[in-house]
């Protein structure tokens, strides 16, 4: 079994080659950001020093469950700057939907709602302790940001969801945003 560390690195280096560099590592997404599971596993091992087992184990005990292994292909569960397309179907999202961001990011988020930024879709959780997490990665004073996706989806707004519960939409306007209490530091 692979330390949590190492778990943390392999865990860290697949998620930036499937999201962001595939070509790094001599890998070609399909269309929907699949590659083949060997492709992948050979990729992982010139760089580290694991068994199939401590993969394995990386993959299917991901806290933030960010890989889909599905037969012999694996896959980004989202947040890709490159071109994929997931082919998530529509989805009704709660009435509540919450994104953890920092203080001085709300600042601008007033004014322009939320937006994807390089990836492809704004992304959201389902709850406010993800969301607290989420706002955990980055610096300075944290806040939790409600947002109205029944609204939003009643007035004509997409969403998604992966398959570890992320919600994604293209745009969250700012009429949709209050912050909520629960901010830390």
Same mark, same amino acid.
């Given at each position: 079994?692979?330390?949590?560390? +190492?778990?943390?690195?392999?865990?860290?280096?697949?998620?930036?080659?499937?999201?962001?560099? #595939?070509?790094?590592?001599?890998?070609?997404?399909?269309?929907?950001?699949?590659?083949?599971?060997?492709?992948?596993?050979?990729?992982?091992?010139?760089?580290?020093?694991?068994?199939?087992?401590?993969?394995?184990?990386?993959?299917?005990?991901? #806290?933030?469950?960010?890989?889909? +292994?599905?037969?012999?292909?694996?896959?980004?569960?989202?947040?890709?700057?490159?071109?994929? &397309?997931?082919?998530?179907?529509?989805?009704?999202? #709660?009435?509540?939907?919450?994104?953890?961001?920092?203080?001085?990011?709300?600042?601008?988020?007033?004014?322009?709602?939320?937006?994807?930024?390089?990836?492809?879709?704004?992304? +959201?959780?389902? &709850?406010?302790?993800?969301?607290?997490?989420?706002?955990?990665?980055?610096?300075?004073?944290?806040?939790?940001?409600?947002?109205?996706?029944?609204?939003?989806?009643?007035?004509?707004?997409?969403?998604?969801?992966?398959?570890?519960?992320?919600?994604?939409?293209?745009?969250?306007?700012?009429?949709?945003?209050?912050?909520?209490?629960?901010?830390?530091?």
């Amino acid at each position: 079994m692979a330390s949590a560390s +190492l778990q943390t690195e392999i865990s860290k280096f697949m998620s930036y080659v499937l999201r962001h560099a #595939p070509h790094e590592v001599g890998l070609t997404l399909d269309p929907e950001g699949w590659v083949p599971f060997e492709d992948l596993k050979k990729a992982v091992f010139t760089r580290f020093d694991v068994t199939d087992a401590d993969l394995l184990e990386v993959i299917e005990t991901n #806290p933030k469950k960010r890989f889909t +292994l599905m037969g012999d292909r694996i896959r980004a569960a989202q947040g890709h700057s490159v071109n994929v &397309d997931l082919a998530l179907a529509p989805a009704t999202p #709660p009435s509540q939907l919450f994104h953890g961001t920092t203080m001085e990011s709300w600042t601008v988020i007033q004014n322009a709602g939320l937006k994807k930024m390089q990836r492809h879709h704004v992304h +959201l959780s389902a &709850d406010t302790e993800t969301a607290k997490i989420v706002a955990a990665r980055r610096k300075g004073v944290h806040i939790i940001l409600e947002v109205e996706a029944a609204r939003m989806h009643s007035e004509g707004h997409s969403f998604f969801v992966t398959d570890n519960g992320v919600w994604l939409t293209d745009h969250v306007p700012s009429q949709y945003l209050s912050p909520i209490s629960g901010a830390e530091s």
